[in-house]
C-alpha cells in the first residue's frame, strides 16, 4: 500500500518551509518511527518520521524546495522491509562491471540531477555527505577539479618549452578556496529581525558593571548540596541573572512591556527568553512564568532547552511569547557587547565575561571578579532613567543575593 508522505500542518505564524534534507532515497528500506526528511521553517526544523516499516518510493519535494503546510512531498510503499520488491539492474549485464554502475551509490536528487547533466559518472565522485551519500556541492567540487586537471599528452610528443611568463610565484600557489552556500531559513529570519528591529526601534544601551563575588561564594558553598538534592541539576550562575532579572521586571514594568502598533502592552507576569546559540543559528526559548520558578527550575529548564536546541527539538510554541531576553555572551569570552532587541519586548540584558579587576573596595584596592552588564532598550518605551534604575537593581540583588529571599 502506497501512503502520501506529507509536510506537517505548519502553526500559524509559519507560512512555509524548506526541504532541507532527505535521509532516505527512493528504494531504501525504512523501520516504523524512522526519520525521512528534515522541513527548515523560520524559526524550528521540522522531522517527518515513518508512519510502519516499508519502502521510500518516491521523493516529489528534493532538497531545497519550498512546501506548504501538508503538501505532499513524497510517496511511501508500506510493508514489511524484507517484503520490498528487488531492484531492477541498473544497467545490462554487459555493463555490470562498470563503476558507475554500483548499485550502493547513494546521491542526493540534485546532486543526481546535476551529474546528469553534466555526463558526470557518480562513481568518479568523492562523498562527504552523510552516510556517503554524494551531494551536490560534492558534484561541484569534482567539475572543478576536472577543469583544473592538466590535459594528458602521449607519450612520444615531446614536452612544451616552459614560458617564463607563464611561471607563477611560489606564493601565488596555494589555492584560494571559496565556498558559497545558501543561507539558512532560520539564519535569514534571524538577520531580518535584527535589522528590523534596529531600524524600526529607538534602542539605546546602558552598561554598568556587578561584583560577582557573592554570587560566586554562594554557589561554591551550596553546589554540592544543590545538586544532590534537586535530582543532578548543576547550580550555575544564568539562574540568578534570571531571578534578579525578574524582580527587577516587577519593580519597572515598563521593561517587561512591549510595543504592539500604537499601544503598549503591560504584561502582568515575567516570561523571559534565553538566547542559545546552535549551528543554525541564535534561538531563544522562552521559561514561563518565572516567578513562581526556584533556581532549579530555572536552571533544568535551561538545560532542557539547551539539549533540544542543540538537536534540533525545539518547538515553536516554546520559542514565542516572552517579554524580557536574556543572552550570555560571556560563555564565548565577551568583555562587553551591544545586544540587539527582540522584537517586540522593549528591553534585552546582555551578560559578559567574568574577569579579575583591580577595584576600590572601602578605600582599599582588592582584585574582584567583574562581570560588565549591558541592557539594549527601545527608548520610545522606556525612558533612560527607568532603563539605569532597572540595570542597577539587578546589580544590586546579584551583589546581596539575600535581597532576592527577602525582597527588599
Not at 544497467?91 to 542526493?108: G, M, Q, T
Not at 568583555?335 to 540587539?340: C, D, E, F, V
Amino acid at each position: 500500500m502506497t501512503i502520501e508522505v506529507k509536510a506537517p500542518v505548519f502553526p500559524e505564524s509559519v507560512a512555509d518551509g524548506t526541504i532541507a534534507t532527505w535521509h532516505k532515497q527512493p528504494g531504501e528500506p525504512v523501520k516504523r518511527d524512522e526519520l525521512l526528511v528534515d522541513i527548515e521553517t523560520d524559526k524550528v526544523v521540522l522531522e517527518v518520521v515513518a508512519q510502519s516499516d516499508g519502502t521510500m518510493a518516491e521523493i516529489i519535494k528534493g532538497e531545497g524546495d519550498t512546501v506548504l503546510s501538508g503538501e505532499l512531498i513524497g510517496k511511501f510503499t508500506e510493508g514489511a522491509v524484507g517484503d520490498a520488491p528487488a531492484a531492477a539492474p541498473a544497467v545490462a549485464p554487459a555493463e555490470a562491471s562498470s563503476p558507475a554502475a554500483a548499485a550502493d551509490v547513494k546521491v542526493n536528487p540534485a546532486a543526481k540531477k546535476l551529474a546528469e547533466e553534466k555526463g558526470i559518472n557518480l562513481a568518479d565522485v568523492t562523498a562527504t555527505g552523510k552516510d556517503g551519500r554524494i551531494t551536490k556541492e560534492d558534484i561541484l567540487n569534482h567539475i572543478k577539479n576536472a577543469d583544473a586537471a592538466p590535459v594528458a599528452t602521449p607519450a612520444s610528443a615531446p614536452a612544451p618549452a616552459a614560458s617564463s611568463a607563464a611561471v607563477v610565484p611560489a606564493s601565488l600557489q596555494g589555492e584560494r578556496a571559496e565556498k558559497r552556500v545558501p543561507m539558512t531559513r532560520l539564519r535569514a529570519t534571524i538577520a531580518k529581525r535584527l535589522v528590523s528591529a534596529q531600524q524600526n526601534a529607538a534602542m539605546l544601551t546602558t552598561y554598568n558593571e556587578v561584583d560577582m563575588g557573592p554570587v560566586m561564594e554562594l554557589r561554591k558553598k551550596y553546589k554540592d548540596m544543590f545538586e544532590k538534592k534537586h535530582n543532578g541539576v548543576r547550580l550555575g550562575f544564568m539562574s540568578f541573572f534570571v531571578k534578579a532579572a525578574t524582580e527587577a521586571l516587577k519593580r519597572f514594568p515598563a521593561v517587561n512591556a512591549s510595543i504592539d502598533g500604537n499601544d503598549i502592552v503591560y504584561h502582568g507576569y515575567q516570561d523571559v527568553g534565553v538566547a542559545v546559540s546552535t549551528e543554525k543559528g541564535l534561538v531563544v526559548p522562552v521559561l514561563r512564568d518565572v516567578d513562581a520558578m526556584g533556581l532549579a527550575d530555572i536552571e533544568g529548564g535551561i538545560v532542557d532547552y539547551a539539549h533540544k536546541a542543540r538537536d534540533g527539538k525545539l518547538g515553536i510554541e516554546e520559542m514565542q511569547g516572552g517579554t524580557f531576553t536574556i543572552t550570555n555572551g560571556g560563555i564565548f569570552g565577551s568583555l562587553m557587547s551591544t545586544p540587539i532587541l527582540n522584537p517586540p519586548q522593549t528591553a534585552i540584558l546582555g551578560m559578559h565575561k567574568i574577569q579579575d579587576r583591580p577595584m576600590a573596595v572601602n578605600g582599599q584596592v582588592e582584585i574582584r571578579p567583574m562581570m560588565y552588564l549591558a541592557l539594549s532598550y527601545d527608548h520610545r518605551m522606556v525612558d533612560g532613567k527607568e532603563a539605569v534604575q532597572f540595570l542597577v537593581a539587578i546589580k544590586d540583588l546579584l551583589e546581596d543575593p539575600a535581597r532576592m529571599l527577602l525582597d527588599v
